[in-house]
Nanobody, 122 residues
Framework: VQLQASGGGLVQAGGSLRLSCAVS????????VGWFRQAPGKERDFLAA????????YYANSVKGRFAITRDDAKNTVYLQMNSLKPEDTAVYYC????????????????WGQGTQVTVSS
């Protein structure tokens, strides 16, 4: 399983960004892709996840209503649409994959992509 995140950048507060996670390989059932972020000096936080088969989604309360996770089967890509961005959303964003339990319940997926930096200016 390989994942590659992209789409980060610099945006003003109130703006939007869409992150992409290109995925290769879906070797197990309940395959789930999630987005996480880590700000300097802080722990990594779970943001959102999508179950590939069926498209069930789950969000952390901190981003519910502002962020949306979707997938494109044809492109094997998962997206994170981020709206109404705030300076506190500044972080390195990662996509990761594993079973639903590992991603959503334990928030410790075993497969990670490289991070993409998101910076929100005030």
């Amino acid at each position: 399983v390989q994942l590659q995140a992209s789409g980060g950048g610099l945006v003003q507060a109130g703006g939007s960004l869409r992150l992409s996670c290109a995925v290769s390989g879906r070797p197990f059932s309940s395959y789930t892709v999630g987005w996480f972020r880590q700000a300097p000096g802080k722990e990594r936080d779970f943001l959102a996840a999508i179950l590939w088969s069926g498209g069930i989604t789950y969000y952390a309360n901190s981003v519910k209503g502002r962020f949306a996770i979707t997938r494109d089967d044809a492109k094997n890509t998962v997206y994170l649409q981020m709206n109404s961005l705030k300076p506190e959303d500044t972080a390195v964003y990662y996509c990761a994959a594993d079973t639903w339990s590992q991603v959503v319940v334990r928030t410790t997926p075993n497969y990670w992509g490289q991070g993409t930096q998101v910076t929100v200016s005030s």
